[in-house]
């Protein structure tokens, strides 16, 4: 547990006492049965939590009618806090939606407490909230522990001082976000428009022939993943190694995202660090791939190593800017996931990416499609880059402003009408 000296005038309350506290609902069992599944009422998982920065946008699923009636509506403002699969992880409703009871809601009372500033609060403790959470099948933070646990924090003012400076550094980063997914979006749909849809320039004159795909442009050919790629070709050897690595673990990856790269001494990495990666690689997570953690390697930082729980596949035929747009399709994900073996944390080999299928293109198409998309994937990394450093001033600074260390209280902060209300 974290132990430091607050500010005395700071009070120490249960999380209950600061707002109301309740898991959410899902009651049907099991909870992934088709029927509860489709209607307009947005359904957040803990994947959509861990894969947010502050607040909560994007969803994968929604419920229906049957689906609301054995769950319930959470309101915008609702802070969500993952309790199982990843424990701790923590983000801010935007809109009205339902989530499962892996996943408790907080409502601040706003007299006492300010959403963001709890938040973050959980954020700083994340880690002792794990440590509770070992479980010998799977790990749990129940509603119970997280009430164990003690929050010092001052008047609901200096709890909205200190809210606004972290979240400044959280809002250029949602800023990034947006402008990210836009351009994803639209290195995506070219894709699906020119190799799914088959609307590429020149389209009008294709002859289509047969395939095991189905039908495709004469010239094109249906190729496995291998034919195109090496699949976990590089690991670091034992008579050559680093003294220091930048390394990323599975918890790091998002869907196209990279939340952490770690630099550490080699010899005080896990076990698990040995997969080489490389500019143009793409990695993605041999463990529960329907969680879509996964991500296209840009620049990346010298001595980059990544979890032996990912596939790295380095393109070799084709552009990389091709090939990862094709390992992320929603066919590609149904394929993994299809392929996966075991209950509790289904996973996908080697052979597994070596075997997928590709449709690939004429040569002068692909090097057509490379000049259209490198240019965003330069603009995304980016991007991304800057995230990765707001990240971490924005981690740096959130110790010492949650403790106390830094006294905000006679800071002139402009604090807007909606965090005050």
Request: proline share 5%; aromatic share 10%.
């Amino acid at each position: 547990m974290i132990k430091h000296k607050f500010p005395a005038k700071w009070t120490v309350r249960r999380l209950d006492q600061l707002g109301s506290v309740s898991r959410g609902r899902s009651r049907h069992r099991p909870r992934n049965e088709p029927s509860l599944y489709g209607g307009v009422y947005p359904f957040f998982q803990t994947g959509d939590i861990k894969a947010a920065n502050l607040y909560l946008f994007d969803y994968a699923q929604t419920y229906n009618e049957k689906g609301l009636s054995q769950s319930k509506i959470w309101e915008p403002g609702t802070l969500c806090i993952t309790i199982a699969a990843n424990i701790a992880d923590t983000a801010i409703l935007t809109i009205r939606a339902c989530f499962p009871d892996s996943v408790i809601g907080f409502i601040a009372d706003p007299k006492k407490a300010d959403v963001h500033f709890i938040k973050y609060y959980i954020d700083w403790i994340k880690l002792d909230m794990q440590q509770v959470s070992h479980g010998t099948t799977q790990d749990n933070l129940s509603l119970d522990k997280i009430l164990r646990f003690d929050f010092v924090v001052p008047d609901v003012r200096e709890q909205r001082k200190i809210a606004a400076i972290l979240s400044a550094y959280d809002d250029l980063i949602e800023n990034n976000l947006r402008r990210i997914k836009i351009l994803e979006e639209m290195a995506q749909n070219l894709y699906r428009e020119w190799f799914v849809k088959f609307r590429f320039p020149g389209h009008e004159q294709a002859r289509f022939v047969d395939s095991p795909l189905g039908m495709i442009p004469e010239g094109w050919k249906v190729l496995q993943v291998k034919d195109i790629a090496d699949v976990n070709a590089r690991s670091i050897r034992k008579e050559k190694t680093p003294a220091e690595i930048a390394y990323v673990d599975i918890s790091s990856v998002s869907s196209g995202s990279i939340n952490k790269i770690e630099t550490i001494a080699f010899s005080k990495a896990p076990g698990r660090a040995r997969k080489v990666v490389q500019h143009g690689d793409v990695i993605w997570s041999s463990v529960r791939p329907n969680l879509r953690s996964f991500s296209l390697i840009v620049d990346p930082p010298s001595n980059l190593i990544v979890s032996t729980g990912f596939a790295v596949i380095s393109a070799k035929k084709v552009p990389f800017t091709f090939l990862y747009q094709a390992l992320t399709t929603e066919d590609f994900v149904s394929y993994l996931v299809n392929h996966a073996k075991g209950s509790a944390y289904p996973a996908v080999g080697t052979a597994d990416f070596e075997n997928a299928c590709v449709v690939v293109p004429c040569k002068k198409l692909l090097n057509t499609f490379d000049n259209e998309m490198l240019p965003i994937a330069i603009i995304t990394n980016r991007l991304k880059v800057k995230n990765t450093t707001l990240r971490r001033t924005r981690d740096m600074l959130l110790p010492k402003l949650i403790s106390g260390e830094v006294d905000v209280s006679k800071l002139d902060i402009t604090i807007s009408e909606e965090a005050a209300a």
